[in-house]
T-cell receptor, first 113, second 115 residues
């Protein structure tokens, strides 16, 4: 079965600074990769997804992620963080049907003024 | 508005008192699922349903039951809650098999405390 590791439990960045959240996965075939964001008191919202094709995918709210097969990674990036980006971010990997979806433990992002 | 709703949003109960958390979606999705979220563990799947009257266990099904009598509803039942079931619960739904793995739509969560 596939698995996901988010190495950073908590990251703090200054508003306006760039952001990169790390995600590493383990899966033998081509994975289906997702990034979700959870704002305080809210459910999860999809930021972006990768199924195939261009390895750099654009998402909502100015986020992008790059799939690197050689590194088994799917890192999330944003060039300039806004205070409203403070939230918890989850990477997830699917393997062909939803009952094989696995979520990482999450990375909590704090944005300093 | 397309959405997944859960009720109640917050619940405090005592050990052994049966409870049901409701989940409903208005997107005509075939697939529905329940997750629990615990600090440091991310989301873990409890049960899922591929369609009406079709349910199966996820990774952490012990102590939970579900049913899928209608396409839109997928209630989570705790017959005899215990303190280790204190958690944040999410219901999710998606279209079935869209390019292999579909985007899931999540409800707002139910925070359950069992004392």
């Amino acid at each position: 079965a596939q698995s996901v590791t988010q190495p950073d439990i908590h990251i703090t960045v200054s508003e306006g600074a760039s952001l990169e959240l790390r995600c590493n996965y383990s899966y033998g075939a081509t994975p289906y990769l997702f990034w979700y964001v959870q704002s305080p008191g809210q459910g999860l919202q999809l930021l972006l997804k990768y199924f195939s094709g261009d390895t750099l995918v654009q998402g909502i709210k100015g986020f992008e992620a790059e799939f690197k097969r050689s590194q088994s990674s799917f890192n999330l990036r944003k060039p300039s963080v806004h205070w409203s980006d403070a939230a918890e971010y989850f990477c997830a990997v699917g393997a062909g049907n939803n009952n094989d979806m696995r979520f990482g433990a999450g990375t909590r992002l704090t944005v300093k003024p | 508005e397309a959405q997944v709703t859960q009720n109640p949003r917050y619940l405090i109960t005592v050990t052994g008192k049966k409870l049901t958390v409701t989940c409903s979606q208005n997107m005509n999705h075939e697939y529905m699922s329940w997750y629990r979220q615990d600090p440091g563990l991310g989301l873990r799947q409890i049960y899922y349903s591929m369609n009406v009257e079709v349910t199966d266990k996820g990774d952490v099904p012990e102590g939970y039951k579900v049913s899928r009598k209608e396409k839109r509803n997928f209630p989570l039942i705790l017959e005899s809650p215990s303190p280790n079931q204190t958690s944040l619960y999410f219901c999710a739904s998606s279209l079935k098999f869209q390019q292999g793995a579909s985007e899931q739509y999540f409800g707002p969560g139910t925070r359950l405390t069992v004392t």
